[in-house]
């Protein structure tokens, strides 16, 4: 269903883990506000990811659209640049294939928006035990919106020794008073799976840097040039709630860490090799 006056772009990163993308999907089906589109940004899946997304396109009440390019490594800035440039929505919502978003969460982000700020929320990391009893027909169900619906199974697991992890981030708190109370309108940095911003803003620092290639520091390469730019970090914990499947952990890609070292010596806004590539 085409919607040309979304609020909101949703780019959606993948690769190669369907099952995954399926249930990230379906919690997008259930979102509260249905005015955004989704555009997915696929580091070189096969062609099971590409069913998944088809039959999303055909049942899914926003657009998708899919940017695919060939797998040559981990390529993620270059391929979240290409969803980005076909972008329509005022606002930027990042999510990744993993991580499956709670029902409020489009609507926690745009409410969320206001000028000079990009919005950071958190996520809670699901054991590799709570991950094999989810499916897309049970986040469609509400597995993750409430107590009736199945959180209670998830607040029990996270009481295991090795259970999911924190228990505190599962649930939304609105209540200004009690957020600040718990410092929960305070966040320290950006996470790439969760946070938003204007399109206008990533226009301004020219998107993300391709010249990060290999796991790890694209997100916070993107935080450091929009706090160049003026912008300030603004809190969505406990309201943009979002769940990360459970995977074996990903080493980072050294390099990566040096091209971060000459953007905070340069106080760097656009990226060398971004949006204008």
Known sequence: M????????????????????????????????????????????????????????????FEIQHFWQENKGFRKSRILNEAIRAAAGDTLIFLDGDCVPHNQFVEQHLRLQGQGSYVCGRRVDLSKEYT??????RVEGGVFHSLASGLMDLWLDCLRKSGSKPLHRAYLVKNPWLRSLSKLDQVVDLKGCNFSCSRSDMLAIN???????????????????????????????????????????????????????????????????????
């Open 2 to 61: 085409t919607r040309p006056n979304s609020k909101a772009s949703i780019i959606l990163a993948t690769y190669e883990w369907p099952e995954a993308l399926a249930m990230v999907l379906s919690g997008l089906v259930t979102q509260t506000e249905k005015c955004f589109e989704v555009l997915i940004a696929d580091d070189g899946s096969g062609a099971t990811t590409r069913q998944v997304i088809d039959l999303y396109r055909r049942r899914a009440p």
């Open 132 to 137: 094999a009893t989810l499916s897309s027909a």
């Open 207 to 277: 998107g993300f840097d391709e010249s990060f290639e290999g796991y790890g520091r694209e997100d916070t390469d993107v935080e450091l040039r929009l706090q160049n730019l003026g912008l300030k970090i603004k809190s969505a914990k406990n309201l943009a709630l979002q769940f990360h499947l459970w995977h074996a952990p990903r080493a980072f890609t050294p390099a990566n860490d040096t091209l971060l070292h000459q953007v905070k010596s340069e106080k760097r806004i656009k990226a060398l090799r971004g949006l204008s590539a």
